[in-house]
């Protein structure tokens, strides 16, 4: 039963990894492998599987429900034009400037929103600012590379350090005060080598974009939309809630504020401005990926399978800060989720309790590998797509200097650790 399973599993992943050849949507292969796992594993047991499976839905939803909410605020910003706020802050054309400009606003809005809505923000705003594609492709990079290393520290800046959050493998405070400077040498670093390779100033494009909302309505969606985002760690800390309580609560705040906001206007304008029309808007393939993929782990952790896996990388390889570098490297070739949702389920809080060394290294390292490989990341993908970008280009000119900036941090880290612990 559990090599067939696994079996299962491995299809399903190689599925996932060759999306873009084979033509199918990752979301569809996600959701076959999870009810194809659990499937074989409840006709091959004598006794009832559900109880297991009801067990892991209820931590799945928590964190479907979690990105749901925070989808649709950031999406209801995106109607309300919110990020033209973030354009109105820079006003320089000096190409070096701009580098450090980007780098700085994507770390810091990445651990706000997550890597993905940034990166398809500001490299929306790149493109309005550097029309030039040459050096347009290292901006892109720096983006790609500051998204990730941002939502690496934030409890809510990246889907996996959210599912560490959310099984309370990490507290709120202790990982952002573990991570954050690691995180930002792998950042810096990069911004270090990009600054250097280029020069001159930059043309902008002359925007002649209508937008929807007036100077204030902007004003206010925006930074009500980053105070719920940024509450809904407080949420939690106070009323020991899970974090989705938070972040619902912060949709329907905006929800209200915006009906009433636009109460005067016509149907078809406020339609278009409303929470519903957000919905519509916001990721859902994405979402039943996640539900797919975690349901096929959940299958793997209930039949033994991990466990029995993170014997065999205890023994064979032993230290657990070389399996979470290894873990952040092969997150550059495949999908990071599913790697830190096998980390948890092959070892549980009973053998690295909470708040313990190896969870905190897995954030950083999982969050910052992918930006090794421009497939590595949904930052990368979304990147990718919007401007075009080759898988070798990037690895020619980006994947290097995100491999120093990795590794960098990653010594920082273990620095830090041996100092202070």
């Given at each position: ?339 830190v949702a096998a980390a948890q389920g092959m070892y549980g809080l009973e053998t690295y309790p909470t708040d313990h060394f190896f969870w905190e290294f897995l954030a950083y390292c ?12 949904a930052a990368g993908v979304a990147a990718m797509g919007i401007e075009k970008i080759s898988f070798f280009d990037y690895l020619k000119r980006i994947g290097w200097i995100a491999l ?18």
């Amino acid at each position: 039963m559990n090599t067939l399973i696994a079996l299962l599993f491995v299809l399903g992943y190689a599925s996932i990894v060759l999306e873009h050849p084979l033509r199918i949507n990752k979301a569809a292969t996600a959701l076959l492998t999870g009810v194809l796992c659990w499937s074989v594993f409840a006709l091959m047991q004598s006794e009832q599987v559900s109880e297991p499976l009801f067990h892991h839905l209820a931590e799945i939803s928590s964190i479907l429900f979690f990105l749901l909410g925070a989808m649709v605020v950031v999406e209801l910003i995106d109607l309300h034009d919110g990020f033209v706020v973030l354009t109105d802050i820079i006003n320089t054309r000096s190409l070096k400037k701009l580098v450090v400009l980007i780098a700085i606003l994507t770390f810091f809005l990445s651990a706000v929103l997550d890597n993905l809505t940034t990166t398809i923000v500001m490299v929306s705003l790149v493109r309005k600012l550097i029309p030039e594609k040459k050096d347009r492709l290292l901006f892109v990079g720096l983006i790609v590379i500051s998204a990730n290393a941002g939502g690496a520290w934030s409890p809510i800046g990246d889907v996996t350090t959210t599912m560490l959050w959310m099984g309370n493998q990490v507290t709120t405070l202790n990982i952002i005060f573990k991570t954050f400077i690691p995180s930002l040498v792998s950042c810096l670093i990069p911004v270090l080598l990009i600054r250097s390779q280029v020069k001159g100033e930059a043309e902008r494009l002359v925007t002649t974009e209508e937008l929807r909302t007036t100077p204030m309505e902007r004003k206010v969606v925006f930074f009500l939309g980053l105070a719920c985002l940024l509450f809904v760690p407080v949420f939690k800390m106070v009323t020991h809630l899970p974090p989705y309580m938070g972040i619902l609560f912060g949709l329907g705040l905006m929800w209200v504020v915006t009906e009433l906001m636009h109460r005067e206007k016509h149907e078809e304008e406020k339609g278009i401005l409303s929470v519903n029309h957000a919905i519509r808007k916001i990721d859902t393939p994405g979402i039943l990926f996640f539900l797919g993929i975690l349901l096929s782990v959940a299958a793997l952790e209930s039949t033994g399978i991990l466990k029995s896996l993170s014997t065999a990388l205890d023994s064979t390889i032993g230290s657990i800060s070389i399996i979470s570098l290894i873990t952040g490297l092969l997150s550059a070739i495949v999908d990071n989720v599913p790697l830190v949702a096998a980390a948890q389920g092959m070892y549980g809080l009973e053998t690295y309790p909470t708040d313990h060394f190896f969870w905190e290294f897995l954030a950083y390292c999982a969050g910052t590998g992918g930006s090794i490989l421009i497939i590595g990341s949904a930052a990368g993908v979304a990147a990718m797509g919007i401007e075009k970008i080759s898988f070798f280009d990037y690895l020619k000119r980006i994947g290097w200097i995100a491999l120093i900036g990795y590794f960098a941090g990653a010594v920082v880290f273990l620095l830090q650790q041996r100092l202070f612990h």
